[in-house]
T-cell receptor, first 115, second 113 residues
Framework: AQSVTQLDSQVPVFEEAPVELRCNYS??????LFWYVQYPNQGLQLLLK??????LVKGINGFEAEFNKSQTSFHLRKPSVHISDTAEYFC?????????????FGEGTQLTVNP | KAGVTQTPRYLIKTRGQQVTLSCSPI?????VSWYQQTPGQGLQFLFE???????NKGNFPGRFSGRQFSNSRSEMNVSTLELGDSALYLC????????????FGPGTRLTVT
């Protein structure tokens, strides 16, 4: 079984500031890692995913994440945020062997970008 | 290509009733997964259907059930509704039934009164 912990439930930042949303995971097997964004009254949109290879993954809207196997972390970063980045962000894992399309999500981090 | 569609988008039901939600996957996709999202429990996996067969099931009571039709459209049913079933229900579709190429619909907001 896997579990995901998002270390901050809310992150307020000012526009054009950098941001990091933290995610740790636990699993006894190899996993795929994901970050999703959810805007109010909408579904989930994939920001980026780590499957294998380079540990630095670039996604949409200027976001990137770094996979750290020794620390079992997958933190999301953006060097300069915009008002439009205000949303809830979810980290998720899926085991590589048995879970099909099943995702295990963290609790979410509400990112609020202030002018 | 049209995305994942869910109907209805909003629904209000009374405790004790039953409800059926529908999900139409992206054309050609054979896998549909369902998730429940609540403020208290977050996003939780309900079940996955692949080519009409339930392939995976989360830890929910038997009141929650689903099925998939030959055209890959899926329905989920909740019987004997409880107040705690109020949630956003999301479905996601995948061509090969793998997590790394999965697309989510906009969700159905169910309110139980």
């Amino acid at each position: 079984a896997q579990s995901v912990t998002q270390l901050d439930s809310q992150v307020p930042v000012f526009e054009e500031a950098p941001v990091e949303l933290r995610c740790n995971y636990s699993s006894s097997v190899s996993v795929y890692l994901f970050w999703y964004v959810q805007y109010p009254n909408q579904g989930l949109q994939l920001l980026l995913k780590y499957l294998s290879g380079s540990t630095l993954v670039k996604g949409i809207n200027g976001f990137e994440a770094e996979f750290n196997k020794s620390q079992t972390s997958f933190h999301l970063r953006k060097p300069s945020v915009h008002i439009s980045d205000t949303a809830e962000y979810f980290c998720a894992v899926s085991d590589q062997e048995t879970s099909g399309s099943r995702l295990t999500f963290g609790e979410g981090t509400q990112l609020t970008v202030n002018p | 290509k049209a995305g994942v569609t869910q109907t209805p988008r909003y629904l209000i039901k009374t405790r004790g009733q039953q409800v059926t939600l529908s999900c139409s996957p992206i054309s050609g996709h054979r896998s549909v997964s369902w998730y429940q999202q609540t403020p208290g429990q977050g996003l939780q996996f309900l079940f996955e259907y692949f080519s009409e067969t339930q392939r995976n099931k989360g830890n929910f009571p038997g009141r929650f059930s689903g099925r998939q039709f030959s055209n890959s459209r899926s329905e989920m049913n909740v019987s004997t509704l409880e107040l705690g079933d109020s949630a956003l229900y999301l479905c996601a579709s995948s061509l090969f039934g793998v997590a790394y190429e999965q697309y989510f619909g906009p969700g159905t907001r169910l309110t139980v009164t």
